[in-house]
């Protein structure tokens, strides 16, 4: 923030234009129902209030002590990066904040979104970020963020400024619905490949059998895990659920149990072994399949996970159908149990499958896997694209608060004269109230 100011703008700092904030205490008024602003509802992405919840005086956090009004920006103070700031609409004014934000209220000559716009720059954010103290819970203090400086434009030109943001905004903004719509596109067409290629909701061509998974593949549950085997003298590397995601094996976080002989005879993984989630409190997550490579010698499974080696199967077949029934919840609604959904070894045994003719059953993997390939080319790109779209934001900011953005007029008053007549007529900090409005 140290190069030249545009002609006619001004330093300053947070507090040189921002307004006491006046306090509340919503329990003095124990049955008056107020709308409580948390962090949690704030959406980054948008900068918008998405949530709120409404609270009795008689319940309210011990966090809930701010009041704001129109037009105010609430920045949290915790994990700054994370950019948790938003503007306050009209149908929240006089709702209460938590004492996690920085309540910054423009003064009169300050726009409200101008202010807004330039504690969402990286320049501001990394700055502030900077001053963050604390390791599991990084924060500033609100008299950190009201040291911070700004630049200030004449108040005709934060019009303009916010004017021209706004508009460009607007346009990615559509651009960012396109670009999510393609995304949510491309996952029901990963679906229906799928969905077709083992003929699902429809007949099985006559060279087709419907069986079980227990008729094709051997299955077998992980060891259960207990403080008893923390320690031993046969402390071997195994498997959880954790270590099995959608993009295969993540050894990351490989833990260690004892097993005896017998033991890591019977629970030693092999590789071309397919290992799937056992429960998960996601339907969608339930079953979730991943071949083992033998990345680790004499690596064992726990019993998060279920094992499967096919007889007389395809493998990349067996995994693309499992990989079918977890994402699209069908192993969710054959398991069993409420908060967690168990598969388990009877469940998956018994659960249907349509085999193919071996001679068709490494085409239709080959071709999923191909069709699969294709669509992650695309989200790529659709990926890469929302990631443009993002640094169009970032550099939109930048050229804006560096007086690039919209034409200068001679003619508007200096900023420097704005902010004299801001602290010529700075009010002193309200007296806290002792009742909160609703």
């Not at 037009?71 to 920045?75: H, Q």
């Not at 915790?78 to 503007?87: D, M």
């Not at 499958?353 to 003719?357: H, K, R």
């Given at each position: 923030?140290?190069e030249?100011?545009?002609?006619?703008?001004?330093?300053?700092?947070?507090?040189?234009?921002?307004?006491?904030?006046?306090?509340a205490?919503?329990?003095w008024s124990?049955?008056?129902?107020?709308?409580?602003?948390?962090i949690?509802?704030v959406?980054?992405?948008?900068?918008?209030?998405?949530?709120t919840?409404?609270i009795?005086?008689?319940e309210a956090?011990?966090?809930?002590?701010?009041?704001?009004?129109t037009?105010?920006?609430?920045?949290s103070t915790?994990?700054?990066?994370?950019?948790?700031?938003?503007?306050v609409?009209?149908?929240l004014d006089?709702?209460?904040?938590?004492?996690?934000?920085s309540v910054l209220?423009p003064a009169v000559?300050i726009?409200?979104?101008?202010?807004?716009f330039?504690?969402l720059?990286?320049?501001f954010?990394a700055?502030?970020?900077s001053?963050?103290?604390?390791?599991?819970?990084?924060?500033?203090r609100?008299r950190?963020?009201?040291?911070?400086?700004?630049?200030?434009a004449p108040?005709?030109?934060?019009?303009?400024i916010?004017?021209?943001i706004?508009?460009i905004f607007?346009r990615?903004?559509?651009?960012?619905?396109?670009?999510k719509c393609?995304?949510n596109?491309?996952?029901?067409?990963?679906?229906a490949?799928l969905a077709?290629a083992?003929?699902a909701?429809r007949d099985l061509?006559?060279?087709?059998i419907?069986?079980?998974?227990?008729?094709?593949a051997e299955?077998?549950?992980?060891?259960?895990?207990s403080?008893?085997?923390h320690?031993?003298?046969?402390?071997?590397?195994?498997?959880r659920?954790a270590?099995?995601?959608w993009d295969?094996?993540?050894?990351?976080?490989?833990k260690?149990?004892?097993f005896d002989?017998?033991?890591?005879e019977r629970y030693?993984?092999?590789?071309?072994?397919?290992l799937?989630?056992?429960?998960?409190?996601?339907?969608?997550?339930?079953?979730?399949?991943?071949?083992?490579?033998?990345?680790?010698?004499?690596?064992?499974?726990q019993?998060?996970?279920l094992?499967?080696?096919?007889?007389?199967?395809?493998?990349?077949?067996?995994?693309?159908?499992?990989y079918?029934?977890?994402s699209t919840?069908?192993?969710?609604?054959a398991?069993?149990?409420?908060?967690?959904r168990h598969?388990?070894?009877?469940g998956?045994?018994?659960?249907p499958?349509?085999?193919?003719?071996h001679?068709?059953?490494s085409?239709?993997?080959?071709?999923i896997?191909?069709?699969?390939?294709?669509?992650?080319?695309?989200?790529e790109?659709?990926?890469?694209?929302?990631?443009?779209?993002?640094?169009l934001?970032r550099?939109v900011l930048a050229?804006?608060?560096?007086?690039?953005?919209v034409?200068?007029?001679p003619?508007?008053e200096p900023?420097?004269?704005?902010?004299?007549?801001?602290?010529a007529?700075?009010?002193?900090?309200?007296?806290?109230?002792?009742?909160a409005?609703?």
């Open positions: 923030m140290n030249p100011l545009p002609e006619g703008w001004a330093r300053t700092t947070v507090g040189g234009i921002c307004l006491p904030v006046e306090k205490d919503p329990r124990p049955d008056l129902e107020f709308e409580y602003i948390d949690g509802g959406d980054r992405r948008t900068g918008r209030i998405i949530r919840k409404s009795r005086g008689a956090p011990s966090r809930a002590r701010q009041l704001v009004r037009g105010d920006t609430v920045l915790v994990r700054v990066y994370l950019a948790k700031i938003a503007i609409p009209a149908r006089n709702a209460i904040a938590s004492t996690g934000f209220r000559g726009h409200p979104m101008f202010l807004m330039q504690t720059s990286d320049e954010l700055l502030l970020d001053k963050q103290t604390g390791t599991s819970y990084p924060a500033v609100d950190d963020v009201r040291k911070m400086p700004l630049r200030i108040s005709y030109e934060q019009e303009r916010v004017q021209r706004e508009d607007t990615l903004n559509a651009v960012e619905m396109t670009l393609l995304i596109r491309l996952r029901l067409l990963r679906s490949v077709d083992f003929c909701d061509p006559p060279d087709w419907s069986m079980t998974v227990g008729d094709v299955v077998q549950l992980g060891r259960q895990r403080p008893k085997h320690t031993g003298k046969q402390l071997r590397p195994y498997l659920a270590n099995v995601t295969g094996i993540s050894l990351d976080d490989v260690e149990m004892n002989d017998r033991e890591f030693r993984l092999e590789p071309h072994d397919l799937l989630n056992e429960a998960s409190g996601t339907p969608s997550e339930v079953g979730k399949p991943a071949i083992w490579g033998g990345e680790i010698k004499d690596c064992c499974f019993n998060t996970l094992r499967l080696r096919p007889q007389g199967l395809d493998l990349d077949y067996l995994y693309w159908y499992c079918f029934s977890a919840g069908r192993f969710g609604e398991s069993r149990g409420v908060n967690i598969l388990g070894k009877r998956l045994s018994r659960f499958i349509p085999v193919a003719p001679g068709e059953q085409r239709i993997a080959d071709d896997s191909n069709q699969f390939h294709n669509i992650r080319l695309l989200r790109s659709i990926e890469d694209a929302q990631n443009r779209v993002a640094a934001r550099s050229e804006a608060f560096a007086g690039r953005l034409p200068q007029d003619e508007d900023a420097s004269v704005l902010l004299e007549r801001i602290a007529f700075r009010p002193t900090m309200p007296r806290r109230r002792r009742k409005r609703a």
